[in-house]
C-alpha cells in the first residue's frame, strides 16, 4: 500500500504565507472604505454647513422701526443683544421693538489660533432702515457699512458678571478631524460676509482675507465659559453688557468684495480620495449657489493638484 503523504513544512508555510498576504489586504481594503466614506461624510458636513448658514440668513426678517419713531437712536449693545438673542420671539417680534435689524452672518475661517479647523459664526447687526431713517448709499454693500454693521461678539449680564461669547454665536468643526484649506494647500482664513442688503433685502456673499482687522479676535482669549475680561476688550466695548466688532471700516476700505470663493476640504486620512473642492458662486444668494466639485474632475476641482 501507498502511505498518504501530508503537507511538507515548506507547503504550509507557503499557504500561510498567501493568507497571510490576503488577509492584509483585506483589512488594508476596509481600512480604506473607511476612511473614504468618512472622508466623504466630512465633505458633505461643510456643504450642509454652508446650506444652513444661507439657510439662517434667508429667515430672518429685518423688521422695521415705529412709524412715530422720530429720533434715530444707533444700535446699542443692549439692543442688539435683544435683537441676537431673540429673534422670533413673540414678545419682540414686529415694528418699533427694537433699534437693531439683524442683516445676516460673519462666517470666519482661521480666526481661532488655539484650534485652527474651527470655523465661528456670528450675527450681523446694524441699524434699522426705514422710510423716516434713509441711507444714502447706492450699492449694496456701501448700505451695509452705512447701518454700522457689526457682529455681536460677546455678552455678560451685568458689569460684575464675566464674559461669555453671545448666544446667537457659534462654532462647529467638521466630522472625522477634517479641516478647509485654500487652493494652495494652506489652510483657509478668511471671514465671509452672507447679509441681507438694506436696500432691497436681496442677500450677498462677501469675502474678506484680511479680516482680522476687523478686530474679530476674541475667542482666541475668551472661552464659551466666561472668561474675566477687561473693559476695553479689543476696542471694541460698547457699556457694560457686551461687545460689538464693527465691520464699517473694513468695508470701506475695499475689505470685502464679491467674489468666487473655493474651498479645499482635506483630512489626514482620505481614503484615497483626492481633496473636494465646494465652491461657492460669485456673490452667493443662497444654497442653490453652492457646489460640490466632483473630485476627479481635474478641470473644474480647483484642488485637484494638492
Not at 456670528?122 to 449694496?140: K, L, Q
Not at 446667537?168 to 465671509?192: K, M, N
Request: net charge neutral; hydrophobic share 40%; aromatic share 8%.
Amino acid at each position: 500500500m501507498k502511505s498518504k503523504r501530508g503537507f511538507t513544512i515548506i507547503e504550509v508555510m507557503l499557504f500561510l504565507a498567501v493568507a497571510a498576504l490576503m488577509f492584509v489586504g483585506v483589512i488594508a481594503n476596509t481600512h480604506n472604505n473607511i476612511a473614504s466614506q468618512r472622508f466623504s461624510s466630512s465633505v458633505q458636513n461643510f456643504a450642509s454647513f454652508l446650506r444652513r448658514v444661507y439657510n439662517e440668513v434667508e429667515d430672518v426678517q429685518i423688521a422695521s422701526r415705529s412709524a412715530t419713531t422720530t429720533v434715530r437712536d444707533y444700535c446699542t449693545m443692549d439692543a442688539a443683544m435683544i435683537a441676537s438673542r431673540n429673534l422670533g420671539a413673540s414678545g419682540l417680534s414686529g415694528s418699533g421693538r427694537s433699534d437693531c435689524a439683524v442683516y445676516g452672518k460673519l462666517v470666519t475661517f482661521g480666526e481661532d489660533q488655539t484650534n485652527s479647523k474651527a470655523i465661528h459664526v456670528y450675527d450681523v447687526i446694524g441699524n434699522i432702515v426705514d422710510n423716516r431713517h434713509p441711507i444714502s448709499a447706492t450699492d449694496d454693500l456701501s448700505a451695509v457699512a452705512e447701518v454700522q454693521a457689526g457682529v455681536v461678539m460677546l455678552s455678560r449680564a451685568n458689569a460684575a458678571s464675566p464674559y461669555s461669547l453671545s448666544a446667537s454665536s457659534y462654532s462647529v468643526t467638521l466630522d472625522w478631524d477634517a479641516w478647509i484649506e485654500d487652493t494652495t494647500g494652506s489652510r483657509f482664513t478668511g471671514a465671509l460676509l452672507i447679509v441681507r442688503s438694506p436696500l432691497s433685502g436681496v442677500v450677498h456673499t462677501y469675502l474678506n482675507n484680511t479680516y482680522s482687522a476687523d478686530g474679530i479676535n476674541l475667542s482666541r482669549t475668551l472661552s464659551s465659559a466666561g472668561t474675566a475680561a477687561s473693559g476695553s476688550v479689543a476696542g471694541n466695548l460698547f457699556g457694560v453688557n457686551g461687545s460689538v466688532a464693527r465691520l464699517t471700516n473694513s468695508i470701506t476700505s475695499g475689505g470685502y468684495s464679491a467674489q468666487e470663493v473655493n474651498f479645499c476640504v482635506d483630512s489626514d486620512d482620505r481614503g484615497g480620495q483626492r481633496r473636494r473642492n465646494i465652491r461657492l458662486v460669485s456673490d452667493a444668494r443662497n444654497s442653490g449657489d453652492i457646489i460640490v466639485v466632483v473630485a476627479d474632475d481635474a478641470t473644474e476641482n480647483r484642488c485637484y493638484n494638492n
